[in-house]
C-alpha cells in the first residue's frame, strides 16, 4: 500500500510540475557606481524548456516586464537598455546593462514558466511561476 501512495505521489508531483523548476539569484542586495556594469545573476532549474523573465519595481510601482527569453537568439535586449543572456549549458540567464545610471535602483526578478502568460495577448504585468528577487542601489560614493 505504501509502494502504491508513493508512486501516486510523484506521478502527482511529475504532472504538476511541483519542485520540477526554480530560480535562484545569489545576491539579495548589490550596490553598483553609477557609470558601471550592472550585473544580476540568475540561475534556474527545470525539467522542461523554460520562458525566463525579468521584472523590474520601482519605489512605490507594481513590477513592470524588463525582457523575456523564449526561444531563438540568446541575447536578448529589453527596455532602457537591459540586456539577458540565456546560457542553456550554464541554466543562466544573467541580466546586464552598461553603464548603469542612478535611476535604475530599484527591485528586479528573475521568473521563469514553462507557459508565456499573456501569450493570447493579454497584459505581462506580474511575474509568472517561481521567482526570486534582487534589489539593486545605485551611487557614486561605492566602489565595485
Same mark, same amino acid.
Given at each position: 500500500?505504501?509502494?502504491?501512495?508513493?508512486?501516486?505521489?510523484?506521478?502527482?508531483?511529475?504532472?504538476?510540475?511541483?519542485?520540477?523548476?526554480?530560480?535562484?539569484?545569489?545576491?539579495?542586495?548589490?550596490?553598483?557606481?553609477?557609470?558601471?556594469?550592472?550585473?544580476?545573476?540568475?540561475?534556474?532549474?527545470?525539467?522542461?524548456?523554460?520562458?525566463?523573465?525579468?521584472?523590474?519595481?520601482?519605489?512605490?510601482?507594481?513590477?513592470?516586464?524588463?525582457?523575456?527569453?523564449?526561444?531563438?537568439?540568446?541575447?536578448?535586449?529589453?527596455?532602457?537598455?537591459?540586456?539577458?543572456?540565456?546560457?542553456?549549458?550554464?541554466?543562466?540567464?544573467?541580466?546586464?546593462?552598461? /553603464?548603469?545610471?542612478?535611476?535604475?535602483?530599484?527591485?528586479?526578478?528573475?521568473?521563469?514558466?514553462?507557459?508565456? /502568460?499573456?501569450?493570447?495577448?493579454?497584459?505581462?504585468?506580474?511575474? /509568472?511561476? /517561481?521567482?526570486?528577487?534582487?534589489?539593486?542601489?545605485?551611487?557614486?560614493?561605492?566602489?565595485?
Amino acid at each position: 500500500m505504501t509502494l502504491v501512495f508513493t508512486l501516486m505521489l510523484e506521478m502527482l508531483l511529475f504532472l504538476t510540475g511541483a519542485g520540477a523548476q526554480s530560480v535562484t539569484q545569489p545576491d539579495d542586495h548589490i550596490t553598483v557606481s553609477e557609470g558601471a556594469r550592472l550585473e544580476l545573476r540568475c540561475s534556474y532549474s527545470s525539467s522542461v524548456s523554460p520562458y525566463l523573465f525579468w521584472y523590474v519595481q520601482y519605489p512605490d510601482q507594481g513590477p513592470q516586464l524588463l525582457l523575456k527569453y523564449v526561444s531563438g537568439d540568446n541575447l536578448v535586449s529589453g527596455i532602457t537598455g537591459f540586456k539577458a543572456e540565456f546560457r542553456k549549458s550554464e541554466k543562466s540567464f544573467h541580466l546586464r546593462k552598461i /553603464p548603469a545610471h542612478w535611476k535604475d535602483s530599484a527591485k528586479y526578478f528573475c521568473a521563469l514558466s514553462d507557459t508565456v /502568460p499573456g501569450a493570447a495577448g493579454g497584459a505581462e504585468h506580474k511575474p /509568472p511561476g /517561481p521567482c526570486s528577487s534582487v534589489f539593486v542601489i545605485l551611487g557614486s560614493w561605492h566602489v565595485l
